[in-house]
């Protein structure tokens, strides 16, 4: 089948590389000829594991092409994917659909007959009928059908989330365009994915509530690992037991300094926004979205106090600034306003990030960027872990140790091993923990130190996933470190 991928942003170009890998015609476009520009010289804008490769193999088969034209490419195509950006309006949060009424319109005004629309943006509940309207406005036939298809695509692991979906959801009432849906997708569905067809609008709504849900269980975990911090519970423990109960699930609680990214402040607020036009409280939302904000701010105070209150004048090494590991997504990063606390207390930051800084440069100023971690370090009066990378985790903290002025380690996402970190002699800040100071020498682990441990029936002790796995008869689990 044929299909043109209106935006080739994050969604677009993920999705429209995804279908030319299931061995679809894809055509990416994009207004920004900059954007195509580079695509067509094989320079991919944005960092995803996988995805370069992905396109160039699929250029190579004459699967996947780029234009800067609709029109150009309408002929012969089966489905219309809008994949546009809808950032939140100023002033209210509510979801800009600017760039989705534009594509919509031109859409219409060139697609051939018996065509589907389709809505892979994030829109609010209603925007289908919307663009339905703005469709056939322009269209020369009423043959147009318009569904919607939302996106459940982590950043970092993108690809994967596309060929491997845990559900294909597929909003429409036309048997006709549901059987074009259910037709580009086979390749999924036949290696078992599950594709669930709705009315356009419960699509709509299912990606409000899985993004709202996902974030308040961040936030929930948030919470508990300050109440864990506060009375010597250990918080991973609590996650684990909490997350081997199979009404909860493992996956996002993992306690850390608060959610960022693309996705869930966005559509947190775009959710709350549309349920406060219908005059409908959303109070767990609400509460969700302040939990997270004050958290990010209090991580700015947890630095603070673990350098005796002041930072004045004092260099902290910041390592991590995208908003999770495997992407270069700076947006509404932890990152960004712990920079900012720690400069108004009159800190002075240097940083490092694998791929993120130079999208950073837009957000921060008067922050050093380093070459690398060890050169982010020296002369630092601490260390703070604010994205866990694979990097950093491998570090020789010996060797980070050596290179600082104070051996104070700040570890925002509890990634590192704190036997490691004691045993170079740092004083280790945890979330969900007492701090673990300076060890004397000789000691190579502190409290709270210890990975949780399941026993199994026979008394065999058994850690992490593993023991989930033959409780549950090998369903797949994913990992905790999803945002």
Not at 37 to 51: A, N, Q, V
Not at 295 to 320: D, E, P, Q, W, Y
Request: with cysteine.
């Amino acid at each position: 089948m044929k299909v043109v991928m209106v935006g080739s942003g994050y969604v677009g170009l993920v999705s429209g590389a995804c279908f030319a890998e299931l061995g679809h015609s894809v055509v990416c476009v994009d207004k920004d000829t900059s954007k195509i520009s580079d695509l067509l010289k094989g320079r991919t804008p944005i960092f995803e594991p996988g995805l370069g490769e992905m396109i160039d193999r699929n250029i190579a088969a004459d699967r996947l092409s780029f234009s800067v034209s609709i029109a150009e490419a309408a002929l012969g195509t089966d489905a219309f994917f809008i994949a546009v950006g809808t950032p939140p309006r100023p002033g209210d949060g509510e979801a800009d659909l600017a760039y989705v009424r534009a594509a919509a319109a031109e859409i219409g005004a060139c697609a051939p007959p018996r065509t589907v629309v389709v809505t892979k943006s994030t829109v609010p509940v209603g925007t289908g009928d919307m663009v339905e309207s703005l469709v056939r406005a322009a269209h020369a036939h009423q043959d147009v059908e318009v569904v919607s298809n939302p996106e459940f695509l982590r950043e970092g692991s993108a690809i994967r989330d596309f060929m491997r979906p845990d559900r294909i959801v597929i909003g429409t009432d036309s048997f006709w365009a549901g059987s074009v849906m259910e037709e580009l997708y086979q390749p999924l569905t036949v290696q078992g994915a599950t594709l669930l067809r709705t009315s356009r609008r419960t699509a709509e709504a299912i990606k409000y509530a899985t993004n709202a849900f996902l974030a308040t269980k961040i936030s929930f975990i948030n919470e508990m690992a300050d109440f864990c911090e506060a009375t010597g519970a250990s918080i991973e423990e609590v996650a684990k037991g909490m997350g081997l109960d199979r009404r909860i699930g493992e996956a996002f609680l993992k306690a850390g300094p608060g959610f960022g990214g693309s996705c869930f402040p966005k559509d947190s607020m775009a959710l709350l926004a549309t349920a406060h036009s219908h005059s409908v409280p959303l109070r767990l939302v609400e509460s969700t979205i302040a939990v997270n904000e004050a958290r990010k701010r209090a991580v700015g105070r947890r630095i603070l106090n673990a350098m005796g209150g002041s930072v004045h004048a004092r260099k902290v090494a910041v390592l991590g600034l995208t908003f999770k590991p495997n992407t270069d997504d700076v947006r509404e990063s932890p990152a960004l306003p712990i920079i900012s606390s720690l400069q108004s207390s009159g800190a002075k930051v240097v940083a490092y990030d694998p791929e993120g800084m130079r999208r950073a440069r837009a957000y921060l100023r008067d922050v050093a960027y380093a070459a690398d971690a060890y050169e982010c370090v020296e002369d630092a009066d601490c260390a703070v872990l604010v994205t866990e990378w694979d990097e950093f985790l491998g570090l020789d903290f010996r060797r980070i140790a050596s290179a600082m002025r104070q051996r104070v380690f700040i570890d925002l996402r509890n990634a590192v091993d704190v036997p490691r970190l004691t045993a170079a002699g740092f004083a280790v800040h945890r979330i969900g923990h007492a701090p673990t100071p300076n060890p004397p020498t000789g000691s190579t682990a502190g409290p709270g130190s210890r990975e949780p441990r399941i026993v199994s029936a026979n008394g065999t002790p058994q850690v992490g996933l593993e023991i989930a796995r033959e409780a549950f008869g090998g369903a797949a689990l994913r990992a905790a470190k999803d945002y």
